[in-house]
């Protein structure tokens, strides 16, 4: 991400901003549901802004998905302080017709000049100061964003192949060229396998920025597809016989000195203790990170066997099927292979909020780690085709198959609960608790088309 307020220096050959136009910034943040909220600002006026933020009511936390707000422990009363992040800052220029956009996200503190008990990203980075401060180790993390594309008279071509690629015109360049300019390395941009369906993978980042970038990649792919007159869902389910739309998140570790500690030659699968003790942690904690992994009742149609989102809370050495699975070139040579060796969590879609379940997979593994769990068992088949005494031999047991379900775990965790301010797990159940009931009695069409209006 570019850090200043200059135009990135590798941009000359594209025209830049108007400069007879005041230019705008939308000032972000992720709401609990996982909606970015904006508000503009003159981008001349952000230095100055840093210091002291932008006020905004607490209760502005309880929004809901469909415009209300939920009930909440604020009502008219308490205001957070919205602090742009600098360092966030995306500035991409005018691309040929697409105007390009300004974003900055923000952190909220409260009137003690504390994080906000609601800001998620403050919550990621205090996970991610525990992990460090416990261990040593940082965190990194990269997202394969799948989402499906539509417009009037739209005709998608067959998937995975180049007149699927191509008949999208110049939006695909656009849009790499969009991110690039955001800082945002993509690795692919391909038709995937649902009707209409693309997917974009960026490359990793350490610390918050992976969730920054979570955020901005969803949005910029949201805003260049409009621009070409497209509509960019990210629902999990846009019909209920659509392929589902994933958010899968490949994640690694490394030491002070920049080591990477997941893998280790001389053990099963190559995984380190380390790395077996993280993922351990995440798994016997998986289903209380499910309602933040899947956050929308919509989101339970894509979990489940035969889906490749994942059914149960299998872990596995390239196992497409298993919530966690082990990703090693076991072809490339050292110390590539090393460097790129990582667990890839595949139960996430992006109808959630990033910093929320990135927060629950660092506290879940700091908790294995600390105490020293054994690596799950790693399944090297289709969890499915395992007779039910064999799951039952390896622990291996369905993941919640709705998000009252996926509450409830929650409900039931201390641990886990205890990883989040009361206050921001009281207002996601309530918001959460409310849209279960906003979707009763509609049919699975009908459910999924609610969704795809919204994410
Ligand atoms: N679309 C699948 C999902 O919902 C993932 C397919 C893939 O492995 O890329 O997670
Ligand atoms: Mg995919």
């Known amino acids: 991400m570019n850090n200043t307020l200059s135009q990135p220096a590798s941009t000359p050959t594209l025209s830049t901003h108007s400069e007879e136009r005041t230019e705008i910034v939308a000032l972000g943040w992720q ?12 981008l001349k006026d952000l230095e100055a802004k840093a210091a002291t933020g932008l006020g905004f009511p607490a209760c502005g936390q309880a929004l809901t998905v469909s415009g209300g707000i939920a009930p909440n422990r604020w009502g008219p009363i308490d205001d957070v ?20 956009l300004n974003v900055v996200l923000a952190d909220s503190i409260d009137g003690q000049g504390q994080a906000f008990a609601c800001c998620t990203r403050s919550l990621f980075k205090d996970a991610l100061r525990r992990l460090s401060d416990t261990t040593g180790l940082e965190f990194a993390a990269s997202f394969e964003h799948e989402f499906t594309l539509s417009k009037p008279g739209f005709q998608p071509e067959l998937c995975m192949t180049l007149d699927a690629l191509q008949a999208l015109g110049a939006l695909p360049s656009v849009l ?18 649902g009707s209409g369906q693309y997917e974009l ?21 949201r805003d260049v597809s409009r621009h070409f007159g497209y509509r960019a869902s990210f629902c999990p389910k846009i019909a209920p016989s659509a392929a589902g739309n994933g958010a899968h998140i490949h994640f690694s570790l490394r030491d002070k000195n920049g080591n990477p500690v997941l893998f280790d030659p001389a053990r099963p699968n190559a995984l380190s203790a380390l790395g077996g003790s993280f993922a351990a942690g995440v798994i016997r904690h998986i289903n209380s990170i499910m309602c933040f992994a899947s956050s929308t009742p919509v989101g339970y149609m894509r979990i489940g066997p035969g889906k490749w989102s ?32 990582n667990l890839e969590f595949r139960a996430a879609d992006n109808a959630g909020n990033p910093y929320l379940v990135l927060a629950m997979i660092v506290r ?31 622990g291996i047991k369905p993941l919640p198959s709705s998000l009252d379900e996926a509450l409830q775990h929650l409900d039931r965790d201390e641990v886990a609960r205890s990883w989040l301010p009361d206050a921001l797990y009281e207002t996601f159940v309530t918001l959460k608790r409310k849209e279960i ?14 969704y795809a209006r919204i994410f």
């Open 81 to 100: 302080r919205q602090i742009p992040a600098l360092d966030t800052l995306v500035r991409v220029p005018r691309i040929g017709d697409y105007p390009g």
């Open 437 to 450: 009931s906003a979707t009763d009695g509609l049919t699975p069409e009908d459910l999924c088309a609610r």
């Open 364 to 394: 879940a593994g700091l908790q294995g780690i600390v105490e020293k769990l054994q690596s799950p068992p790693s399944i090297s088949v289709d969890p499915a085709k395992l007779d039910e005494a064999e799951r039952m031999r390896h």
């Open 176 to 193: 790499v060229t969009a991110l690039d300019r955001a800082g945002i390395v993509c690795e692919a941009f391909e038709p995937e396998f």
């Open 310 to 341: 994942s059914g149960y809370n299998a872990f596995g050495l390239a196992n497409r099927e298993a919530v966690l699975r082990i990703c090693d070139l076991q072809m490339t040579p050292e110390p590539k292979r090393q460097r790129s060796y």
């Open 31 to 42: 709401d609990l549901c996982g909606i970015t909220r904006v508000r503009g600002l003159p």
């Open 201 to 221: 993978s960026v490359g990793h980042d350490w610390g918050v920025a992976a969730a920054d970038k979570a955020v901005l990649t969803r949005e910029i792919i």
